[in-house]
């Protein structure tokens, strides 16, 4: 067994500045995954796609040699995927607050900026690591299950037909591009929260009271003003509005344009982003 | 020059932190003195590149600390004075992740957090959560924090703060063998016998000027040299001839006179002064001033802040 000389002595190394992006994001990445919760919350979010995918299975007749003889396999259409990220849409916000809200609040807590920005670390560069960590996570529970049951569906043909990948891979990047939008725009949202915050769980329960009644008070001020574009004020109403466009499906009972959701969510990531940056702030380290 | 300011001035709003300061620290263990709210926290944040002085220049380790703020950053370490630790990570990958972010490769940073934690005694805990550290574990950790990158300088703030004395002693003895490694020490407190015990030089800052530099034992020499003299009989002519020689006679303790002479020749002067008031001297013994003596002259001296060496 080897034996180590741990004595402190100075050291020459090649110092190189400019990493602290991905130094934050992997820390993050690892810190989150290491929570049984996050394991389990992980779990969940896939309970979706995977009953998606077992559906499939099912309907597509798969399990008796692919349906009876001169019936049609069973595919999902723009409309199933539509509603699939819409289930994942209530994973994401439970597993966004329960991974995200302690991001930066927990390091706020702890003083960390003190530690972090002593360092070669820029504050956009901490805040940009937490930002594509949680992205990441929750690309996890949204695109990446959609783009599975999308892989799992186009493989899904009965032997010696030709796999149906060319024909739905316009799917690809709408599955891709939405799960994206829907996962860095929560991201921001959370982080946001919790930048303004001293403890995760203050953070966690302002993101839920503001995602919660975002929905009834869009709803209420639909109903007093007649328009259907103040819905969008909505976090469901507005990603429903986005998703439609994105699967190119009509706009749903008093569901706002995509225009008024679209311009809803850039207002609201830039409102976001502004907060969370003035948050961040290597000035505050000491007072 | 390990460290020097010209002209620094901090202002947040319309307070002004730091006012015209400027030093300069070439190297050692360097006490940074001063009252809270000298300004000493906000030297170390300008220094630190985290605030933009109104006016003023820093220069560290040889670089401009508004241009080449991140280099600087990677080539010092801070301890801060407030309780800060990375939630959620034990002592080693916490070091880990710092030593990365100060630029170092994955696999050296592992080494030096093994290596730094055994430095500050906490080899046997370095696999415990730190939010689970005791006051003084912390501190050590904020310590290892400083240093797990090797820096060149590092900057200590208020490092014995909450310790008990057996911690204090244990801290401040690492503060001598980091100076003992090579690396420059900048110490800011406010207490005196730290400085004492620690540092070869000292800063006194008060409301963000400079009001003192030098080495421990030039300053505990410097100016009047102060001695206990106990006279046979009336001290009174002795006392007229002793301020004619231009000597400062003061009641001491145990019936002495407290004599300050202005130059290194004390002594003599002394002398001449029974001699002249015919006097017998029956004692006489030069008093060591302490550093708080001097730090206290210091705060208490009206007029302009005295310039540094080297300006």
């Known amino acids: ?236 109403r507005c990603f429903e509005a986005i998703s439609r466009e994105v699967f190119e499906l009509p706009r749903g009972f008093h569901g706002p344009p995509f225009r008024a959701a679209a311009a809803v969510l850039l207002a609201a990531c830039a409102l976001a982003a502004f907060a969370l940056r003035s948050a961040v702030r290597p000035t505050r380290v000491v007072r | 020059m390990i460290l020097r300011s010209e002209g620094l001035r901090v202002t947040y709003g319309s307070t002004v932190a730091i006012d015209g300061l400027s030093l300069a620290f070439a190297g050692g263990r360097c006490g940074l003195l001063g009252p809270n709210g000298a300004g000493k926290s906000s030297f170390l944040r300008a220094v630190l590149g985290l605030v933009r002085p109104a006016a003023g220049k820093i220069e560290v380790l040889g670089l401009d600390t508004a241009r080449r703020g991140r280099e600087v950053r990677a080539r010092v370490g801070y301890m801060p004075e407030r309780d800060a630790v990375l939630p959620a990570a034990n002592a080693v990958a916490s070091l880990v992740h710092l030593g990365t972010l100060s630029g170092m490769p994955d696999r050296l940073a592992r080494r030096r957090a093994h290596e730094t934690l055994d430095f500050v005694g906490l080899a046997e805990e370095r696999y415990r959560e730190v939010t689970g550290y005791s006051q003084g574990m912390r501190q050590r950790f904020r310590l290892a924090a400083a240093l797990v990158h090797d820096p060149d300088l590092v900057f200590l703030d208020e490092p014995t703060n909450g310790l008990d004395p057996a911690g204090r002693r244990d801290m401040l003895d690492l503060v001598r063998r980091i100076g003992g490694l090579g690396i420059h020490v900048l110490l800011s407190t406010h207490l005196l016998p730290d400085v004492e015990a620690t540092c070869e030089e000292v800063l006194v800052v008060q409301a963000g000027t400079l009001r003192l530099q030098g080495k421990i034992e030039d300053l505990r020499r410097a100016a009047r040299r102060t001695f206990a003299v106990r006279l046979a009989g009336d001290a009174a002519p002795f006392r007229r001839e002793a301020a004619a020689l231009g000597l400062e006679v003061a009641e001491g303790s145990r019936d002495g006179l407290r004599v300050s002479a202005p130059d290194t020749d004390g002594t003599a002067l002394i002398f001449r002064a029974a001699e002249r008031s015919g006097s017998i001297v029956t004692r006489l013994a030069e008093v060591r001033r302490t550093l708080e003596e001097v730090f206290f002259e210091s705060l208490e001296a009206s007029g302009p802040a005295p310039s540094p060496p080297g300006n």
């Open chain 1, 1 to 236: 067994m080897p034996v180590y000389d741990l004595a402190y002595r100075r050291t020459s190394f090649d110092r190189k500045i400019g990493g602290g992006l991905w130094a934050v994001a992997r820390r993050s990445l690892r810190t989150s995954l290491r929570s049984r919760w996050t394991k389990i919350l992980f779990a969940l979010g896939w309970i979706p796609a995977l009953g998606a995918c077992a559906f499939l299975y099912i309907q597509s007749g798969a399990l008796a040699g692919f349906g009876p003889p001169g019936g049609r396999s069973f595919h999902f259409q723009p409309n199933q995927y539509h509603l699939l990220l819409n289930w994942s849409r209530f994973f994401l916000l439970v597993f966004a607050v329960a991974v995200g809200s302690g991001a930066i609040a927990e390091d706020r807590r702890h003083y960390a900026f003190e530690l972090y920005f002593s360092r070669p670390l820029t504050s956009l560069e901490y805040v940009g690591g937490k930002f594509l960590a949680l992205v990441g996570l929750l690309f996890a529970i949204t695109g990446l299950p959609a783009l599975f049951v999308w892989l799992f569906d186009a493989s899904l043909v009965p032997e010696g037909e030709p796999s149906r990948f060319g024909e739905t891979a316009d799917l690809l990047p709408r599955l891709g591009g939405y799960g994206l939008v829907l996962s860095a725009a929560t991201a921001l949202f959370v982080l946001a929260f919790s930048a303004n915050s001293r403890s995760g769980r203050h953070a966690a329960i302002f993101f839920a009271i503001f995602f919660v009644l975002s929905q009834p008070v869009a709803e209420m001020l639909g109903q007093i003003t007649g328009s259907d574009a103040v819905r969008a004020l909505g976090y469901w």
